[in-house]
């Protein structure tokens, strides 16, 4: 059920914020649009095939309910996705306001996101194999975003102005704090329920 209330508050954000505000992304999907536009590569194929090997990581890092939630929560986000598009976007005004756009888009993709994350699963690529470095590494799941989004935001300053790339840092700066307050809390409760099962036991 998580995962598909944060597929569904994910594509909402995309689809209804997003998509207006002309805010590039880091991560996978920022990288294929990078590759678009030097290499003229088209986003279906690099996206395709970056995504599929965060998945595969992940798949051998974190198990297979990692699959199994990663399913739910990529393909609740595809259907919930197919949906919106059916209706026009509710706050079309944002495309003018491409500071609250980013503010207001961080907050459904931390929110999505992070219940995904919490959940087990990851509905992108970028989710995947954020997981999958913070658990290699040890590190907070907030820094593995940061780390890959800031990677592909400075590349990106090959051909995007300044103001989109600020903008841009702004919006995974909070999401990426979002979901990792999300997935410690979920943690935490994972954890003490495991403590309290261990104690009855004992």
Request: net charge positive.
């Amino acid at each position: 059920m998580l995962c598909i209330a944060g597929s569904a508050i994910l594509s909402f954000g995309l689809y209804n914020i997003h998509a207006l505000s002309g805010v590039t992304e880091g991560g996978i999907l920022g990288m294929t649009l990078l590759l678009n536009h030097w290499l003229h590569l088209s986003p279906a194929v690099s996206g395709f095939l970056m995504n599929a090997a965060c998945y595969i990581l992940g798949w051998r890092m974190l198990g297979r309910s990692f699959v199994y939630y990663s399913i739910v929560a990529g393909g609740g986000f595809s259907l919930f996705y197919a949906v919106f598009e059916q209706f026009p976007p509710i706050w079309p005004q944002l495309a003018d306001m491409p500071l609250t756009a980013a503010l207001v888009g961080a907050v459904f993709v931390g929110v999505g996101c992070g219940l995904c994350v919490r959940a087990g699963g990851a509905p992108g690529g970028d989710d995947a194999l954020a997981m999958v470095v913070s658990k290699a590494v040890g590190c907070d799941i907030r820094w593995a975003y940061l780390a890959s989004d800031l990677i592909v935001l400075a590349l990106s300053l090959s051909y995007l102005d300044f103001k989109r790339i600020a903008l841009s840092l702004l919006t995974v700066l909070l999401s990426g704090q979002i979901i990792g307050l999300l997935q410690k809390n979920g943690l935490a409760r994972i954890t003490r329920r495991r403590e309290m099962s261990r104690e009855g036991r004992e």
